[in-house]
């Protein structure tokens, strides 16, 4: 903004947009962990936010909800070549802001607890640069509450302590009180995995009993959390023997004996299980979430993009002639969702479909076409192209004409044996799958293949399998590490041309629910505990 004269002597005020336009920082508490416990607000910051400056123990699925085009900057000390100190990342928010930026710092847990919020909130406010703070879960309880252990409970304990493992450097004397921590019921020990023996060293020494419970809980609230117990006086003894590495939590009190009694999380039929999940990004959020339900540790990469046809002319073609039509028979949802966003484009709508009966492939399918308000007059209990069939040979189809809005790419299966059975059959694309063009995780997922860390993969199309495979370099060695799971037999047999047996199908109902089911019952004997598989 700039104040100018004229030769007459009056003033006016200038506006200049790139002058005045100003960023905002969010400092967001990401959680401990979990997706999941990321906050409602949190949330909406992130998805309006259009760089992201994020930790180390930021769990990368959040990175997820961000804008497509948002910058994204790492700054944690782990794997990472170029070690950002706390200056510098001062000094990229605020550049950030000051190019008018919206910005998320993702810090885990919650940025004023021991997250060095408070120093950044300082920096931005000496800066005059606007933010706001977003708290977050804090590992102190929700820790501690995933591996079975409440930090109070009215029988047992009345007050809790957290302290931190790491001090400022600089200070030339500890500020924790010894004496007072070793009388307090539940101490509750954040970043102190290295230092963990000296302290207990210091409490035993200050009057707390060596036969006092302790639990050191690793990753928690992710499906890789492991909890080791014991005593305080056992502790050097289980340090060595377990190969016990940060992230971790540790807790202290009888409050861990509890975990005998309410451990929820670990006992999950699938906990421990790390799934990758193959279907387009937009389509994988139902197979993930119930994946993550049981327990799963879910990575998705997405082997399939849904775009529109390259051209409508058939489409377009169709829904013109849409009265001359007898049948409508949607393969997928996707073919759905393409045919009705299409009609609505050409100024049409469901009115145009009176007199059409529907048939769908799938209950998923058929609740698409429910939730628009039309009936659907054929589901049939095999959920593939065969199934459909049968459920015609009851119907004289002779003559009829059938629309078929699918993929560019599909099976001949359909169409084939609809025409053998006198129908007039127009196959109409509606929409296309290819390859995703941004593949950031191709190399991170081949590694964790070769290195044996993917327990089961999942595929829901023959698609998937032919894209996973060429994104991978057509390397099906990579998929002899994991077990297959697929959700019915057309993608077992496509699979099987390959050479490779699937380990885990669906039998009855081709569904994401079904998948789920058989991958947890395939893990899992009748009464609930693990197979040796």
């Not at 992710?222 to 289980?238: C, V």
């Not at 993917?454 to 595929?459: P, S």
């Not at 829901?460 to 032919?466: A, F, G, H, L, Q």
Request: proline share 5%; aromatic share 8%; with cysteine.
């Amino acid at each position: 903004m700039r104040f100018l004269t004229t030769s007459s002597g009056f003033g006016f005020l200038l506006i200049d947009y790139e002058m005045s336009k100003q960023g905002f920082v969010y400092l967001i508490g990401a959680g401990p962990g979990d997706p999941g416990l990321l906050t409602i607000k949190g949330k909406e910051c992130l998805e309006k936010a259009d760089v992201l400056v994020y930790d180390y123990l930021v769990n990368p699925s959040l990175l997820q909800l961000a804008k497509k085009e948002a910058e994204k900057i790492y700054v944690g000390k782990k794997n990472n070549p170029k070690r950002v100190s706390q200056e510098e990342i001062n000094k990229i928010l605020i550049e950030k802001a000051r190019e008018g930026k919206i910005i998320a710092r993702l810090k885990g847990g919650d940025p004023f607890i021991f997250g060095r919020g408070g120093e950044e909130a300082e920096e931005l406010s000496r800066h005059g640069i606007p933010f706001e703070i977003i708290p977050g879960v804090s590992s102190i309880s929700a820790v501690p509450a995933y591996a079975g252990i409440p930090i109070t409970h009215r029988n047992l304990t009345s007050s809790f302590a957290v302290i931190t493992g790491h001090e400022y450097p600089e200070k030339e004397k500890s500020s924790i009180p010894w004496e007072a921590l070793s009388k307090i019921e539940t101490l509750v020990l954040l970043m102190g995995v290295r230092r963990l023996e000296g302290i207990i060293k210091k409490l035993i020494e200050h009057g707390k009993p060596p036969d006092t419970p302790i639990a050191v809980i690793t990753w928690g609230t992710l499906p890789r959390q492991k909890t080791f117990t014991g005593t305080i006086g056992e502790i050097s003894l289980m340090l060595r023997e377990e190969s016990i590495k940060p992230p971790a939590v540790i807790v202290i009190g009888k409050v861990v004996n509890l975990r005998s009694i309410i451990n929820w999380f670990e006992t999950k039929p699938l906990f421990g299980k790390r799934i990758l999940v193959t279907r387009a990004k937009k389509q994988a959020g139902l197979l993930s979430r119930l994946l993550s339900e049981e327990g799963a540790d879910v990575i998705e990469f997405p082997t399939i993009e849904i775009t529109p046809p390259e051209s409508w002319s058939e489409l377009d073609r169709a829904i013109e002639d849409l009265g001359n039509y007898d049948w409508i028979v949607f393969t997928s949802v996707n073919g759905v969702l393409f045919f009705f966003e299409r009609l609505k484009a050409l100024k049409r709508d469901i009115r145009d479909l009176k007199g059409i009966k529907i048939a769908t492939i799938g209950e998923q399918t058929a609740k698409a076409v429910r939730e628009l308000g039309i009936h659907v007059d054929i589901v049939p209990e095999d959920f593939r192209a065969e199934g459909i069939v049968e459920s015609f040979k009851s119907i004289n189809i002779e003559g009829k004409k059938i629309l078929i809005p699918r993929a560019k790419e599909a099976r001949e299966t359909l169409p084939a044996e609809l025409s053998k059975m006198g129908a007039r059959v127009y196959i109409a694309q509606a929409y296309q799958t290819r390859i995703p063009q941004s593949l950031e995780f191709a190399e991170k997922i081949n590694t964790l293949l070769l290195e044996k860390k993917i327990d089961v993969i999942t595929f829901t199309s023959p698609s998937t399998v032919r894209n996973f495979l060429s994104i991978l370099g057509n390397d099906k060695i990579a998929l002899l590490n994991s077990k297959i799971a697929c959700i019915g037999p057309v993608t077992a047999e496509y699979l099987r041309g390959l050479g490779i047996e699937p380990h885990i199908i669906c039998k009855k109902r081709y569904t994401i629910e079904e998948l789920v089911k058989e991958i947890v019952s395939y893990f899992r004997d009748s009464s609930g505990y693990p197979k040796n598989v």
